[in-house]
């Protein structure tokens, strides 16, 4: 699947389905992720270049509520630009050490450190506070996706 942007240097030159993520913009387009690591490499390299259309684009529908909720601000790239404006060594921050312990896992979650670890350099960011959790969720067409934000616990 292929995800429709407003481009930036994550984007492609050709037009792909949108998935209904609203999406629109001048071609670009973002292939997701057919592997967890390759989801946070897009991710964290999105938010280290403030490209929000690509960073947003990776989320399902209750991963962009998480991440407002979470973040406290409305709207998924202005969340990610408020994150980005934090960022200081985009090319640390853009690779994190991602170490996963079951590579045929479904679901992935940092805070919890269910299954995956995602180490941000010491130095990345302003504020290593600004970043909570991801949880990423294998979709059944074999893509991953962003599927929520935690700000609070590892749940139950």
Known sequence: HTITTTGGPFG?????????F?????GGAVDLPTSAEDLVDTLYGAI?????????????????ADFNEGTGIPGCMAAVDSIAQQVVDPEAFAHPAVEI???DARELDEW???GISVDI????LDDPGVVAAFGYTR??????????????????
Do not use: I
């Open 12 to 20: 492609g030159s050709e037009q792909g389905d949108s998935d209904d």
């Open 22 to 26: 609203g999406l629109g913009g001048d």
């Open 48 to 64: 280290a270049v403030n490209d929000s259309a690509t960073a947003c684009a990776l989320f399902s529908p209750a991963g962009l």
């Open 101 to 103: 312990e079951d590579p």
């Open 112 to 114: 919890c450190t269910t």
């Open 121 to 124: 350099p010491t130095g990345a």
């Open 139 to 156: 979709q059944p067409d074999g893509t991953w996706l962003v599927t929520s934000y935690n700000t609070t616990s590892c749940g139950g």
